[in-house]
């Protein structure tokens, strides 16, 4: 069938999808509908106890270089507050939250795509439909022990892209399995969604209310450090 169409169709065609492509990737997708006034707050501003380990800021991440220019994890208010109860709420089993990972401006989430081989691309966010990272709705996060101020060990390190990231993966462990499920636990007591993909990344419940963000780090947080 493609014989019988005329050769400069098809050339406009490519054009159109090429055009298409490069303006989805140009700046973040435009939603319809009514959003709630972002209102970022800085996690440790709301609770000290609260570690972080920003590894984005870091070259100890999937892309192998810093990302962020500042070590700062940042979450809507309601979402921060309902993460400060589960980091409180876990201190009764001798464990405090390590914070990895908060709001992600979304160019960050278009160049983790881009660096990002096809095969994988379950693990990460397309740029197309931004994350809940990008709303300042989602947090990725371990424990750490409250008595030596260490990362504890779990099925698998963060962002490992592999089976055993999901959070049902049962191999591991039984006291590896027994903290991610302890996270989960009081992370959903919050209000909270787990991942399917990922022990450590939560969703809050009403991520849809926020828009997309873009507001680079250093940006925020005037007055609330
Ligand atoms: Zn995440």
Redo the contacts with the bound molecule.
């Keep these: 069938m493609m014989a019988l169409v005329p050769r400069h169709r098809i050339l406009l065609l490519a054009a159109l999808l090429a055009g298409g492509c490069a303006r989805a990737q140009a700046g973040p997708p435009r939603e319809p509908g009514r959003f709630r006034a972002p209102d970022l707050v800085e996690l440790t501003a709301l609770d000290p106890g609260i570690k972080l380990d920003i590894r984005y800021a870091t070259d100890r991440n999937f892309v192998g270089r810093p990302v962020y220019p500042e070590a700062r994890a940042f979450l809507q208010r309601p979402a921060a507050e309902a993460l400060v109860r589960a980091h409180r709420a876990l201190a009764g089993d001798g464990y405090g939250v390590l914070v990895f990972?908060g709001y992600r401006p979304w160019s960050i989430t278009k160049l983790f795509w881009e660096v990002t081989p096809r095969d994988k691309r379950a693990f990460v966010a397309d740029p197309r439909k931004g994350s809940k990272?990008n709303r300042g709705c989602?947090v990725?996060l371990s424990l750490y022990d409250l008595k030596s101020g260490k990362e504890v060990q779990m099925p698998s390190a963060y962002d490992e892209m592999s089976p055993r990231a999901y959070p049902s993966y049962a191999g591991g462990t039984a006291e590896e399995r027994e903290r991610r499920d302890l996270l989960r636990t009081a992370m959903e007591a919050q209000g909270f969604t787990v991942?399917p993909n990922?022990w450590w990344?939560f969703n809050c419940k009403d991520w849809k209310s926020y828009p997309i963000g873009d507001v680079p780090f250093e940006e925020l947080g005037a007055g609330k450090r």
């Design positions: 990972d990272h989602a990725d991942e990922e990344h």
